[in-house]
T-cell receptor, first 112, second 111 residues
Framework: KQEVTQIPAALSVPEGENLVLNCSFT??????LQWFRQDPGKGLTSLLL?????REQTSGRLNASLDKSSGRSTLYIAASQPGDSATYLC???????????FGKGTTLSVSS | DTAVSQTPKYLVTQMGNDKSIKCEQN?????MYWYKQDSKKFLKIMFS???????INETVPNRFSPKSPDKAHLNLHINSLELGDSAVYFC??????????FGPGTRLTVL
């Protein structure tokens, strides 16, 4: 059964720093891997989806990579800003593709 | 123009009551979901519907009954509410395994 882990649970950085958020999964036979952002009291916003056949995806200051063989994905945030403060969640569909399995998230705080 | 909408946003009720949460998506997706986010912020799937057919029911008490009147709507009815049902419930939709789009959530508080 697929399990998704995110380390660290929380991260604090000063504004302007580049940072990496980690996500690992136990079953490498995945359809894709998705990164979401959740602001306090809000819903989830999709950031990036990397298909199983891809190695990375980029959107603005965000870059997500995928290494299926090692069961890892990373989300790289360049030149962090206070507005990036949020909880970042990674998720991958279950074996049947019928639902997402989520990690517990990394709560990022960027100080000005 | 909201993609996935849920009503109500907040729901406060007494133990033992019955309540419903509604969800609608205007993205033309074929699959809709209900997720539960507990007090520790962990998100877990409850139900998945594909083209109005139930395709997953993850060990959810049968007090929870989803209903999909059409592909754009997935409602969640909860009978005999218990304290442990307090959580945030999210609706989502997608084209099968493609990107899932989430609603704003419904915060349920059972007193």
């Amino acid at each position: 059964k697929q399990e998704v882990t995110q380390i660290p649970a929380a991260l604090s950085v000063p504004e302007g720093e580049n940072l990496v958020l980690n996500c690992s999964f136990t079953d490498s036979a995945i359809y894709n891997l998705q990164w979401f952002r959740q602001d306090p009291g809000k819903g989830l916003t999709s950031l990036l989806l990397i298909q199983s056949s891809q190695r990375e995806q980029t959107s603005g200051r965000l870059n997500a990579s995928l290494d299926k063989s090692s069961g890892r994905s990373t989300l790289y945030i360049a030149a962090s800003q206070p507005g990036d403060s949020a909880t970042y969640l990674c998720a991958t569909p279950n074996q049947a593709g019928t639902a997402l399995i989520f990690g517990k998230g990394t709560t990022l705080s960027v100080s000005s | 123009d909201t993609a996935v909408s849920q009503t109500p946003k907040y729901l406060v009720t007494q133990m033992g009551n019955d309540k419903s949460i509604k969800c609608e998506q205007n993205l033309g997706h074929d699959t809709m979901y209900w997720y539960k986010q507990d007090s520790k912020k962990f998100l877990k799937i409850m139900f998945s519907y594909n083209n109005k057919e139930l395709i997953i029911n993850e060990t959810v008490p049968n007090r929870f009954s989803p209903k999909s009147p059409d592909k754009a709507h997935l409602n969640l009815h909860i009978n005999s509410l218990e304290l442990g049902d307090s959580a945030v419930y999210f609706c989502a939709s997608s084209l099968f395994t493609d990107t899932q789009y989430f609603g704003p959530g419904t915060r349920l508080t059972v007193l």
